[in-house]
């Protein structure tokens, strides 16, 4: 054995160039697999903590009616299903011993209306939360770029950064907070290019969609304009508002108004009662028709100005339930623990993980890392013809050489390993060495901490910090990958190899 | 001819046919041959007679078509590739007319070549082996050059004192002067007379060379695949 490599190195030395070009598409297939595997585990990684610790959970309910799983970022419009039974779930997930904690919330789309004629409603997508129970269960997650965060029981909503820009250019109105004045360095490019003439508001009209149109529009005081943590890309659309308002936008009647859900046919009844009532019908009826005069608020919104403290918030309607797991509990077994309650216990909801919950965020890294073991295998091909091109024609040309060993008594097997030894030593050389350099700068970019404030970039990163990783699963599958390369590439020359005989050490013309 | 001396190789009806087309080439036809133990013979002939073939079967790295080949007491028609290397490896040495050495190896390692093949003897005798064997040779020198470092005269002495490292019984070599000048030739004939006296190993060669043929204590001539003088 001592024997067969010590040939094999020598001959690999012997000849640079070959050895050379195989090599260098071996240490560059496994550099790429190493960093590649590397950086989209870490952004995997950082989207789970930062979608698990910054807006989902790790488990989110839903109701069962809820035709798909993904909740979070759904643009088809999509409305999602109330949850009317709170109170039930709530006891049996107190119940649970994997759960940590959890946060029922309020989730749909709203129309952003104005009081210019020419603009198209917007569109704005709501949160409804307990804010100090928002804050509880994802701390840190946002702060206030301009304004302040609710108050203790206090109404209104905060609009983040994103959707303020959004906001902007459908309406041409600039939300500001209540009592705030401008901030020009927080204006988006196109506000910025149309200060002069830029009409600042420090109130928002929503009109809640709601399947069978039983939604108000209502005024919102803009307490704040926030940032989330990090990936305001995805973040950035939800508006936070406190579960009351959100409900009467949406017509699931507030708790605090009448603290039971509506029957459907009372509920419909009761839309007729609201003042806007042409709001419902046509785009244009869809503005609010006074621009000085602020819009008639709803009269729930009135009546809840100032929710009494003894009324049960929580028999309301709500969207989803975010749960966090205790640590340790696998997101399936969670799951499926917790689905099996809720069925024996007819409450009508279903548990997601984040990932399905986050539709295409959550399966992009799978298409991300699929599409780059792709790539990274193409390569691997092409080096697989080269090298059996390359080592085929050393065969050949080493007849002589390799015929005379055989004749003066090597086995056929002394001249195969020798030959598999050539590749697996170039391959374990420079594939390792690939490996190596790719392991050394994926551990040695955490260290450089890099940030990023740029959205997309952020979504690359997985978070604020671009922090690849390096999986023990991703190691094993670049190193198979590796040796099934240099076993695939070296059947075919061993082969041939192998086929040279004794006689093929005389030259004859 | 005297009947003293065991037969290395007994050969009886050997023919040797090479399809060439739509016609054969009968290469050898019919040939009966014994050489004895620590013979130092030659096979001479005109071009095309049948010595490298009659050489290469003897070796086992070629079959015969019909007959009975036995080297050193093998029956070598009826042996499998495995069996038939192990042979080649532990009785047989070969000398090529192309040297044949193994470039990346030095002096030597391509001498130590056949015995660590063997994986008999330890590394210490090995070496010690082989550097007798280079000393032997003339190349006590040289041990550490690669092949593409010597002359051709020396190149053929490496080649011999590996076909001799296993000390085999048998030591083929297939006009292994046809490549050096007459000088350096006759001191390779010098060389494996000397070894032939000293290891008592058998030595068939073959020549076109009227000069080598002087070494030779024995002749065989072939003339178209057939035996005319022994
Ligand atoms: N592989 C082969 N295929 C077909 N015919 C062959 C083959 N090898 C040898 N022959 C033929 O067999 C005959 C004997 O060839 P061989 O090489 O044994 O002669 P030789 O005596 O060694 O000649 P030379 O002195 O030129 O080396 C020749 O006619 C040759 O053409
Ligand atoms: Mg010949």
Redesign the pocket.
Known sequence: MQLIFKIAWRNILRHKGKSLIIGLILFLGSLLMTVGNGVISGMDHGLEQNVVNGFLGDVVIISEKQKTDNILLDFTGTLIEPITNYPQIKKLLQAERFVSRFLPAGKNMSLALSDDYNATPGFAYLLGVDFAEYQAMFPDSLKALEGRLFKPGERGILVPKKARDEFYNFTNRWLIPEGCSLVEANLSKDAKENLKTIIKADNIVLLGMNENNSSTDLRFGIKGVIAYRTLNTIFGHFSITDIESYRECLGYFSSSAHAIQVAKEDQKLLDLDTTNLDSLFGTESLMVSNPQAKPTPAPAAIAAAKAPADVDIEAGVYNMIFVKLKKGTSYNYAVSQLNKIFTANQAKVRAVTWKKASGFIGSMTTIIKGSLLAFVSLLFLVAIIIIVNTLTMAALERTPELGMMRAIGAQKQFVRLMFLSETAILSLVFGGAGFLLGAIIVNLIPMLNITSANDMVQLLYGGDIFHPLLKWTDIVVTLLELSLVTLIAAIYPIRVAGGIKPLDAIA?D | MKKTAKNIIEISGLT?D???GNTT?N??RGIDLNVQEGAFTSII????????????IIGCIDTATRGSVKVAGHEITGLNDKQITDLRLHTIGFIFQTFNLIPVLDVLENIEFPLLLMKKHSGAEIRQRAEKLADLVGLGEHVKHRPAELSGGQRQRVAIARALVTSPSLVLA??PTANLDSVTGGQILEVMRQMNRLEKTTFIF?T?DANVLKYAIGVTK?KD?VITAN
């Open positions: 004859r | 040797k090479y399809p060439l080439v290469a050898l002939g005109p071009s095309g007679s049948g010595k490298t073939t009659l050489l290469n297939d006009e073959s076109h072939l695949g």
